[in-house]
């Protein structure tokens, strides 16, 4: 059972480049989120989706776009890329429903923009 | 600004020692309150979680202490040892509707041989 698969593990850009991360979960989950982990700012959500076609601003969703088009991948874009978002980059999956909701990660992406 | 504050930032403690880390509230629409548990290089995993109505709950050697009147919570890790050194996390959501969850800034615990 994978999980959640992010691709790629690692990325290096030059300014003003595009990219696209993927997200894959296997689980059937509804609701998937994209996070960024800073030193000292701890997990901060980018963008999220609540289903199938659907997709929310977080808390720093400046300078990212997403999509998912189908309900088991997740798609985070950058269209310009800056070095302030040289981050390490989380994924995560979790169910629709009430109550103790546990949030499955991937095991990261390290953007570095040069 | 972050609705979940986490302190410290980093610990180190030696093997055995009871590393202690805590966080604080405001949103009291907040009545979930999950601990996540990072190794480096791998993404965060839930490590135990308490609802309100329960001042503490314990998982082998983790232990959450809660405090409903002073919006406080707290996870700590009895003897431990260095296989537990790794970045925690605190977080909070509402139980009785969805909501996102709200991460701490994170601790960095360190233990030593």
């Known amino acids: 059972n994978a999980g959640v698969t992010q691709t790629p593990k690692f990325r290096v850009l030059k300014t003003g480049q595009s990219m696209t991360l993927l997200c894959a979960q296997d689980?059937?989950?509804?609701?998937m989120y994209w996070y960024r982990q800073d030193p000292g700012m701890g997990l901060r959500l980018i963008h999220y989706?609540?289903?199938?076609?659907?997709?929310a601003k977080g808390e720093v969703p400046d300078g990212y776009n997403v999509s998912r088009l189908k309900k088991q991948n997740f798609l985070l874009g950058l269209e310009s890329a800056a070095p302030s978002q040289t981050s390490v980059y989380f994924c995560?999956?979790?169910?629709?429903?009430?109550?103790?909701?546990?949030?499955?990660f991937g095991q990261g992406t390290r953007l570095t923009v040069v | 600004q972050q609705q979940v504050k986490q302190s410290p930032q980093s610990l180190i403690v030696q093997k055995g020692g009871i590393p202690i880390i805590n966080c604080a509230y405001e949103?009291?629409?907040?009545?979930?309150f999950p601990w996540y548990q990072q190794f480096p290089g791998k993404g965060p995993a839930l490590l135990i979680a308490?609802?309100?109505?329960?001042s503490e709950k314990k998982e082998g050697r983790f232990t959450i202490s809660f405090n409903k009147s002073a919006k406080q919570f707290s996870l700590h890790i009895m003897d431990s040892q260095p296989g537990d050194s790794a970045t925690y996390f605190c977080?909070?959501?509402?139980?009785?509707?969805?909501?996102?969850?709200?991460f701490g800034a994170g601790t960095q615990v360190v233990v030593t041989p």
């Open positions: 995560a999956s979790s169910p629709l429903g009430q109550g103790a909701i546990e949030a499955f």
């Open positions: 689980m059937n989950h509804e609701y």
């Open positions: 989706s609540v289903g199938e076609g659907t997709t």
């Open positions: 949103n009291t629409a907040f009545d979930y």
């Open positions: 308490i609802r309100p109505d329960v």
């Open positions: 977080a909070a959501h509402r139980y009785s509707r969805w909501g996102k969850l709200q």
